[in-house]
C-alpha cells in the first residue's frame, strides 16, 4: 500500500518487484484480495501477461489490517518512535535524556493513557465527543 500512498496506481510488476514474488502470484493475490482489500483490479487485455495490470485503490479494512489507518494507538506508537529518533539526534544530553524517557513513556507505562487521550482529541475532533 505504500506504493499507492506514491503513484495513482500500482501495477503488477510493481509489486512483484517490491516483494521479489512471481508476477503471476501477485495477480492470483490480488484477484482473491479484490473485493474485500482491493477495491479494483484492473485486467487489461495483455494476451495473459499481468505485468501491466493494475490496482488504484485498497480499502479501508486493508490498510487498517496493515497499520496503515491511523488509530489512536499507532498514532501513539508513531509518536513514541519520533521522541526516539529526536533524542538521537540531539546533541544536548539533558535534553537527549528527556526526549529518551518520553519516547520510553509513550512506548511502556504511558500507551494506555495517552492513546486514550489521543481518542478523546479525534472524536472532539470528528465532533463526535
Do not use: C
Not at 105 to 120: N, Q, S
Amino acid at each position: 500500500m505504500r506504493l499507492l500512498e506514491d503513484n495513482f496506481m500500482v501495477r503488477v510488476r510493481d509489486i512483484a518487484d517490491e516483494t521479489r514474488i512471481d508476477p503471476a502470484d501477485v495477480a492470483r493475490a490480488l484477484d482473491a484480495l479484490e473485493g474485500s482489500y482491493v477495491v479494483k483490479f484492473e485486467k487489461a487485455m495483455t494476451g495473459g501477461d499481468p505485468n501491466p495490470w493494475y490496482i488504484r485503490k485498497v480499502t479501508p479494512d486493508a490498510r487498517r489490517t496493515v497499520g496503515q489507518w491511523p488509530t489512536p494507538e499507532n498514532m501513539v506508537t508513531r509518536l513514541a518512535e519520533a521522541f526516539g529518533v529526536a533524542a538521537e539526534h540531539e546533541p544536548d544530553p539533558g535534553r537527549k535524556r528527556r526526549l529518551r524517557d518520553i519516547a520510553s513513556f509513550l512506548a511502556d507505562t504511558g500507551k494506555d493513557l495517552a492513546a486514550e487521550v489521543v481518542a478523546k482529541v479525534i472524536l472532539r475532533q470528528t465532533g463526535m465527543g
